[in-house]
């Protein structure tokens, strides 16, 4: 009779624990997902035909909406973006917070300046490469933003000095992350 009973006592103990078990597995299938949307987001983004190194698009998953964010230097970038993240599989909505930038001569010029200064400034050409740069440079009414990742502090320092040295730059915000730290 004890055994009977110890063998009942097992039996519901491995059941409980499968259930707990794929439980877990469903949670975890859940990011899962969302980290599979925001890899695809990702791509959609960096495969837009116009989207070059004075663009900027952020997003964020949350559930099955993705908020689009950043500033882009012509609108069919902005309907682009929107268009091509809507088709992704498990996305119901975007939301889409892109800023189009004003068009002008001043900042055209400020653009074409910034870059000339930054691609002949030694090793700091190879962040700005025509596919899919890893610095983004934006640049709206004479403020300027760099955007995205560098891999030391001192690619990070020279290019803020050389974005300030600039003629017509009034204002100059650093948001690029160095590789090393972001690991942190």
């Known amino acids: 009779m004890k055994i009977f009973r110890n063998f009942i006592i097992l039996g519901l103990a491995i059941i409980t624990l499968s259930f707990v078990t794929s439980a877990d597995a469903q949670s975890f299938s859940g990011t899962g997902a969302g980290r599979v949307i925001e890899d695809q987001v990702r791509t959609k983004i960096l495969r837009l035909p116009r989207y070059e190194v004075f663009d900027s698009i952020g997003y ?29 599989p498990g996305v119901n909505s975007v939301v889409n917070n892109i800023e189009v930038l004003p068009l002008g001569s001043f900042d055209e010029s400020i653009r074409v300046r910034l870059y000339q200064t930054l691609a002949r400034s030694g090793g700091l050409s190879r962040y700005l490469w025509t596919t899919n740069p890893s610095v983004r440079l934006i640049v709206d009414r004479g403020h300027v933003s760099l955007e995205g990742f560098v891999s030391n502090r001192g690619d990070y320092n020279t290019m803020n000095v050389l974005a300030h040295g600039v003629s017509g730059v009034f204002s100059v915000q650093n948001n690029l992350v160095v590789d090393k730290e972001r690991l942190r």
């Open 60 to 88: 964020q998953v949350s559930g099955n909406t993705v908020t689009l964010s950043g500033k882009v230097r012509n609108a069919i970038n902005r309907s682009d973006a929107a268009r091509s993240v809507k088709k992704i």
